[in-house]
């Protein structure tokens, strides 16, 4: 069994950052990615990025230069730093790894 909790979340102005945290604990499997992804309200569950415990990334295209994924792998935590916020960014951010999902935190991108 995996947990996974993210933190993070918030609202905050367009143009602004938030780094959001997802610790896991209990069996984590190094062979498979840790990842990000979101859900807005009427929408499907998308990708955001993607990081294998070797260090290979994957970014969604709408993310790409504004958004890095990391992971602390002594730690088991992954990170994803949002930078230049837009209000499209606006959803539900869950942690994911193997078959588990975290509870999601709330970003909102607002003035």
């Known amino acids: 069994q995996v947990q996974l909790v993210e933190s993070g979340g918030g609202l905050v102005q367009p143009g602004g950052s938030l780094r959001l945290s997802c610790a896991a604990s209990g069996r984590i499997f190094s062979i498979y990615a840790m990842g990000w992804y979101r859900q807005a309200p009427g929408k499907q569950r998308e990708l955001v990025a993607a990081i294998t415990s070797g260090g290979n990334l994957n970014y969604a295209d709408s993310v790409k230069g504004r958004f890095t994924i990391s992971r602390d792998n002594a730690k088991n935590t992954v990170y994803l730093q949002m930078n230049s916020l837009k209000p499209e960014d606006t959803a539900v951010y869950y942690c994911?790894?193997?078959?588990?999902w975290g509870q999601g935190t709330q970003v909102t991108v607002s003035s």
């Open positions: 994911h790894h193997y078959v588990y």
